[in-house]
């Protein structure tokens, strides 16, 4: 692709990317430092702080102090969906493009993934992932992150997937079905691909366009990363249960929320050990029962959950 070539076009949308970003002082330097690289000038970037207590906003502020494409804002409400939701409001552009604060884009991230939106006329495009560092726990999640990815392109070159870490999508559409969930404080990307789903919206997905991804590195982060993950899936279930139930809702994601899962894991996981091996055997098994975990407490508490953060 031509440097600057998006900027030829006529009528180029201004392009917002937001980064939601909590106590990111280890990576989010590398992230900015790769953004305001890009190959196209036409974008702002919004950096939505959400209440960190580490130097992350000293690090924000030494950017945009030079770079006035830098927009800073604090969201003191917890949560990944809040965060989201304060970026949208603030932003200027056309097309929102998303990318999180543990990831670094190459040069070219935006020019590549605004084109089909641009000349193509797709409202929602999705990109993948490299893995930034080496480590048992790393290495073991971007092999499995992987395996969800192939297994939900169901319809090439459309993928039933939303992943926020390497994400554009049209303003107007992410408006018209209602933005992120506020309430939601994880999974808030795959709540918002069912309401893409359910409004009829398919997904793009860009497989060679890759953002490195910094992955938890201790099996604790990973604990704690996978019981909330199952916890909102659960909350994300009750919301959307007649979705869920019907044939065309039936989603991996969710899949645990079945008795039938219950019944089928103990030889899901046989048949992964035979296929797999011990080592990738062992990574599903734990993050799997952790997430079940999760599940049974998200059935306990989604109603309240959900009342509490409507009315916070």
Not at 84 to 95: C, D, F, L, P, Q
Not at 118 to 134: A, F, H, I, R
Not at 209 to 230: A, I, M, P
Request: with cysteine; charged share 30%.
């Amino acid at each position: 692709m031509t440097c600057n070539r998006i900027d030829h076009y006529v009528g180029a949308p201004l392009i917002s990317v937001i980064i939601p970003v909590r106590n990111g002082e280890l990576t989010l330097e590398r992230c900015l430092n790769s953004i305001v690289k890009q190959s196209i000038s036409q974008y702002e970037i919004i950096v939505v702080d959400n209440s960190s207590n580490d130097s992350t906003p000293d690090i924000v502020r030494s950017f945009s102090s030079s770079d006035p494409r830098i927009v800073y804002r604090f969201e003191p409400r917890r949560g990944r969906g809040p965060a989201r939701a304060e970026g949208i409001r603030v932003s200027r552009g056309s097309v929102l493009a998303w990318t999180d604060a543990d990831c670094e884009v190459p040069t070219d991230w935006l020019e590549r993934i605004i084109e089909p939106i641009m000349k193509s006329g797709e409202g929602v495009v999705q990109g993948n992932e490299d893995l930034m560092q080496m480590g048992f726990w790393s290495n073991l999640a971007q092999d499995a992150g992987q395996r969800h990815y192939e297994g939900q392109i169901l319809d090439p070159p459309y993928i039933d997937h939303v992943d926020t870490k390497n994400f554009a999508i049209r303003k107007d559409i992410l408006m018209e079905i209602g933005g992120f969930d506020r309430r939601l404080r994880a999974l808030e990307d795959f709540e918002l691909k069912i309401r893409l789903k359910r409004s009829g919206y398919r997904t793009l997905f860009l497989r060679d366009l890759r953002v490195k991804h910094y992955h938890r590195e201790t099996f604790f982060d990973l604990f704690r990363s996978r019981f909330e993950q199952g916890f909102w899936a659960a909350v994300i279930f009750y919301l959307h249960r007649d979705f869920f139930d019907s044939e065309k809702g039936r989603d991996n994601t969710i899949k645990s929320m079945y008795i039938k899962d219950v019944i089928m894991f103990p030889m899901h996981l046989a048949l992964f050990l035979l296929r797999y091996g011990p080592r990738k055997f062992f990574f599903e098994a734990i993050t799997g029962y952790i997430w079940r975990l999760g599940n049974f407490k998200g059935r306990l508490l989604h109603r309240k959950i959900l009342e509490e953060r409507s009315n916070g």
